[in-house]
């Protein structure tokens, strides 16, 4: 069974200082692991994802996320944030069960990221 | 089109009610699905479809739940009799092949049981 924790249920943050979301998962098999965003009353956007080759990975909007095996996680991190990134973030995995994966996404809890002027 | 749509974008039902949540995705996507969003929580799998044929329900929540895709494209969610505890925003997702392929989400439907 595969699940995720997103460590933080609220992160507020100062216009152009870091950003860093946390997650950490849990998976039996070989996961692919993704960051989506969703902004008020809009579908969720892919920001970036995994799927076992550079264990660093950028997405959009300056977005990038590193995997790390050892730990378990899964970290989003943005060197400056800006305030359009206000919005929800969610950590995904998907598992590989059976050599095969369509898609079944687990979700995490969700991190609201507050960006202040 | 030039993304997934779904409609309604409200629905409102009292206790009891059956709805039909329906789901159109982008042109020539193979694979559908659909996902549960209470509030305050993630998105949570309720089916899929490849093509016309529906591979997973895994995640219904009860037999009142019933999904169907019967040409491959445009698909509907069914609740029947519905509850206070089905409220919540119901996503649809569709990718070309699903294969940890790039899901393009619609906006959902938010369903309020009165």
């Known amino acids: 069974a595969q699940s995720v924790t997103q460590l933080d249920s609220h992160v507020s943050v100062s216009e152009g200082t870091p950003v860093l979301l946390r997650c950490n998962y849990s998976?039996?098999?070989?996961?692919?692991l993704f960051w989506y965003v969703q902004h008020p009353n809009k579908g969720l956007q892919l920001l970036l994802k995994y799927t076992s080759a550079a264990t660093l990975v950028k997405g959009i909007n300056g977005f990038e996320a590193e995997f790390k095996k050892s730990e378990t996680s899964f970290h989003l991190t943005k060197p400056s944030a800006h305030m359009s990134d206000a919005a929800e973030y969610f950590c995904?995995?998907?598992?590989?069960?059976?050599?095969?994966?369509?898609?079944?996404?687990?979700f995490g809890q969700g991190t609201i990221l507050t960006v202040h002027p | 089109g030039a993304g997934v749509s779904q409609s309604p974008r409200y629905k409102v039902a009292k206790r009891g009610q059956d709805v039909a949540l329906r789901c159109d995705p982008i042109?020539?996507?193979?694979?559908l699905f659909w996902y549960q969003q209470a509030l305050g929580q993630g998105p949570e799998f309720l089916t899929y479809f490849q093509n016309e044929a529906q591979l997973d329900k895994s995640g219904l929540p009860s037999d009142r739940f019933f999904a169907e895709r019967p040409e491959g494209s445009v698909s509907t969610l069914k609740i029947q009799r519905t509850q206070q505890e089905d409220s919540a925003v119901y996503l649809c997702a569709s990718s070309q092949t699903g294969e940890n392929e790039k899901l393009f989400f619609g906006s959902g439907t938010q369903l309020s049981v009165l």
């Open positions: 998976s039996s098999y070989s996961p692919s």
């Open positions: 995904v995995v998907s598992e590989a069960a059976g050599g095969t994966s369509y898609g079944k996404l687990t």
């Open positions: 042109s020539g996507h193979v694979s």
